[in-house]
């Protein structure tokens, strides 16, 4: 057998795991089974074309007893607003 001397390989080898969450919550008061408020926050996957699949942040409270709601959607690859709206919850279509 020859033996090559001087000769040395490297290899290198990356890989990346992309790790997303969110976070909802609802209120209720006593026995209703009517939400008093609930609020989503973190990553959630879009439909749309243009943002797949990078998906979106999402915050959005929807708050009964005060009669509000507040939502901002934020494109994750460009930090573009695509929504941001606080109302009422009355107003809210």
Known sequence: ???VKG???YINLFDEIKVRD???LKTFAGTSKKFIAHIISGWFPSHR???FPQG???ERVIDR???K???RVVDVKTGRI???VEENLTDHK
């Open 56 to 58: 979106v942040n999402k």
């Open 22 to 24: 969110s976070l909802g």
């Open 69 to 71: 709601y507040k939502e």
């Open 1 to 3: 057998m020859d033996k």
């Open 49 to 51: 074309e243009n943002l």
């Open 7 to 9: 000769r040395n390989l």
């Open 82 to 84: 695509i929504r941001d």
């Open 65 to 67: 007893q005060n009669n």
